[in-house]
């Protein structure tokens, strides 16, 4: 009788859905997912929710730092007026929004917990492992379960002398298929940052910068990468370093600017219903009074990758290595600089969500108790208890 009525409460929600709707892989996906109440709760009711990457809390920095790094960033979102949900794969289980014990779990296991990319993602379900999400399996359970916004330190990239190692982060293909937008400092300083935006650009990715017309670099809230085609070079750095040979004085550009998290959530909105398919990379300067020395930072860069060559580390984990290392040669600013922007990415990151979930309302508003979200249309739960009990008893 029960299987019965799943089975009619199933094509119910079928029916229930727009023809267009593409479910059979959101419906394939979400039997295998674990959504915390409150979050399901939010997206079922059109309230702004922000997806929190987990890789952070079990590669980014060290125990306790990181658990209080990660509970800060969820408060913030919520100071600011969104629900967050950290995405992490536990017991072999992807979870989209994590309790304080599931918080405390991840930031033990450190990097016990498998740096989880997109790849990466049937192998750690199947073993029934612990994975950390990096940006691309972030995105993509996010955009599973109808999150529109994403917020993370510093997207991957092309790494340096890319162009002979052809080691190109699994984040820039996300962006280019997944329509998850992303709020991040920019790419991490570590990278090659004209080349990576150079192949958005090839993946069609929007990329707006905020509030400035200078892409940030990490760390430090200039790169070069400017709004308007310029040359130009960071404070501190000498003429003579070029993008030739992977330094930050580079002749490029951004394609647009946004300057209020309205702005942004009217691009999202037009990203979503032209259907373009992509995400967009919402590049947010870190906070100037964290700001940290473009020639300390570059000069610590310089020497971790030549170490990281010497010991022969590569793959995934060469970006930790390289970021523990720099923060090592740093006498720790760049970790502080690092806590300070993912913060202000989470605040400016929860109000994005806030306008977007606004004018979501404002257009839509909310209908016969359902909620549509990224071609998904989710039954409120006092509604889906209600059909369950009607079809089991008819």
């Known amino acids: 009788m029960v299987s019965s009525a799943i089975s009619r409460l199933t094509n119910l929600h079928r029916h229930l859905l727009p023809a267009d709707s593409k479910l059979l892989e959101s419906d394939d996906v979400s039997g295998l997912m674990k959504i915390s109440p409150e979050v399901a709760e939010a997206l079922s009711s059109g309230q702004p929710v922000v997806a929190l990457?987990?890789?952070?809390?079990?590669h980014g920095m060290p125990y306790p730092q990181n658990l209080e790094t990660a509970k800060q960033l969820e408060a913030i979102v919520r100071v600011?007026?969104?629900?967050?949900?950290?995405?992490?794969?536990?017991?072999?289980?992807?979870?989209?929004?994590?309790?304080?014990e599931d918080l405390q779990k991840l930031a033990n296991l450190g990097t016990r917990a498998q740096k989880t990319a997109r790849r990466d993602i049937a192998h750690v379900v199947s073993t029934r492992g612990n994975g950390?999400?990096?940006?691309?399996?972030?995105?993509?359970?996010?955009?599973?379960?109808?999150i529109p916004i994403f917020v993370t330190g510093g997207i991957g990239g092309v790494h340096r002398h890319g162009e002979n190692t052809l080691d190109v982060s699994s984040d820039l293909t996300e962006l280019g298929r997944t329509p998850v937008a992303v709020v991040s400092?920019?790419?991490?300083?570590?990278?090659?940052?004209?080349?990576?935006?150079?192949?958005l650009e090839t993946q069609g990715v929007c990329v707006a910068t905020y509030a400035t017309n200078d892409f940030p670099a990490f760390f430090t809230e200039r790169s070069g990468c400017q709004e308007e085609k310029v040359f130009s070079c960071l404070d501190g750095f000498d003429r003579s370093f070029s993008s030739s040979n992977n330094k930050f004085c580079v002749e490029d550009r951004v394609p647009c600017r946004v300057d209020t998290p309205e702005?942004?959530?009217?691009?999202i909105d037009a990203n979503v219903k032209l259907r373009l398919g992509t995400g967009i990379l919402f590049a947010v300067p870190i906070p100037k009074e964290y700001s940290a020395s473009g020639r300390l930072i570059e000069d610590a860069i310089q020497r971790a990758i030549g170490e990281a060559r010497t010991k022969n580390i590569t793959g995934n984990a060469e970006t930790p290595f390289l970021l523990s290392r720099v923060n090592e040669l740093t006498g720790g600013a760049s970790l502080a600089s690092n806590i300070a922007l993912l913060k202000n990415n989470a605040r400016v990151g929860a109000k994005i969500a806030a306008a977007l979930a606004q004018l979501r309302g404002h257009q839509n508003g909310v209908q016969h108790g359902l909620w549509r979200t990224e071609g998904v249309r989710l039954i409120r739960l006092p509604e889906l208890i209600r059909y369950i009990f009607?079809?089991?008893t008819g």
């Open 390 to 392: 009607l079809l089991s």
């Open 263 to 267: 702005d942004c959530a009217r691009l």
């Open 132 to 146: 950390a999400t990096t940006v691309s399996a972030t995105m993509f359970f996010a955009s599973k379960v109808g």
């Open 53 to 58: 990457e987990s890789t952070v809390i079990s």
């Open 80 to 100: 600011n007026g969104a629900i967050p949900a950290t995405i992490a794969i536990l017991d072999g289980v992807p979870c989209i929004g994590l309790s304080m």
């Open 185 to 199: 400092a920019g790419v991490k300083s570590i990278l090659d940052i004209p080349r990576t935006l150079e192949y």
